[in-house]
């Protein structure tokens, strides 16, 4: 079983809709949480942290539950620019740190 | 967020060539930097922990002679890619170990794309 698993999607929206989707996780010892953005022949970057009491960041919505081991990211109002795929990335102290990746969660954003 | 800055790329090369990548944090020391590599439609994969001062931890499957690292400074990194064979042709990337708010993540360079013929 992967350590982290998400819905490869994709995801086809118009512009202004919502899209939300989720990530699973294998390891309950994880404990640090983010997303990341990746373009397409880019390097991924960091979108957010996801914290345990769930947070914001403008348009982007992110929450953890630990105790199905799942994480979620919502998108309101999306912009062609959100057209992305998003990873779900996790890390323990016990695997030193190490970041586990999801393959990725493809979403595109039609006008 | 930190930056990492990564040299070449691009590579185009024969088989049978040696590949050099070069890993910079820019605004920052990292004592800590990590290889991966991606194929298309793939998620990333680990290749290996670089350690200032000391040598890599290869994670499985990994061939630590075909991959040599060089971690000889705070900023630099060093992937060397020997003896290059078109199954090796991927997008390598680099990160740094950084803080984002009060959660230890990484920070990716642009990566290189090794392209071997």
């Known amino acids: 079983r992967k350590e982290v698993e998400q819905d490869p999607g994709p995801f086809n929206v118009p512009e202004g809709a919502t899209v939300a989707f989720n990530c699973t996780y294998s390891?309950?010892?994880?404990?640090?949480f983010f997303w990341y953005r990746q373009d397409c022949r880019k390097e991924p970057k960091l979108l957010m942290s996801?914290?345990?009491s769930g947070n914001e960041d403008g348009r982007f919505t992110a929450q953890l539950n630990r105790a199905s081991q799942y994480i979620s990211l919502l998108i309101r109002d999306s912009k062609l620019s959100d057209s992305a795929t998003y990873l779900c990335?996790?890390?323990?102290?016990?695997?030193?740190?190490?970041?586990?990746f999801g393959a990725g969660t493809t979403v595109t954003v039609r006008a | 967020g930190a930056v990492v800055s990564q040299h070449p790329s691009w590579v185009i090369c024969k088989s049978g060539t040696s590949v050099k990548i070069e890993c910079r944090s820019l605004?920052?020391?990292?004592?800590?930097m990590f290889w991966y590599r991606q194929f298309p439609k793939q998620s990333l994969m680990l290749m290996a922990t670089?350690?200032?001062?000391?040598?890599?931890?290869?994670e499985q499957g990994v061939e630590k002679d075909k991959f040599l690292i060089n971690h000889a400074s705070l900023t630099l990194s060093t992937l060397t890619v020997t003896s290059a064979h078109p199954e090796d042709s991927s997008f390598y990337i680099c990160?740094?170990?950084?803080?984002?708010?009060?959660?230890?993540?990484?920070?990716f360079g642009p990566g290189t794309r090794l392209l071997v013929l």
């Open positions: 990160s740094a170990r950084g803080s984002s708010g009060s959660q230890e993540t990484q920070y």
């Open positions: 390891n309950s010892a994880s404990q640090s």
């Open positions: 996801v914290y345990s």
């Open positions: 990335v996790v890390n323990s102290l016990l695997n030193d740190y190490k970041l586990s």
């Open positions: 605004d920052f020391q990292a004592t800590t």
């Open positions: 670089s350690n200032e001062g000391s040598k890599a931890t290869y």
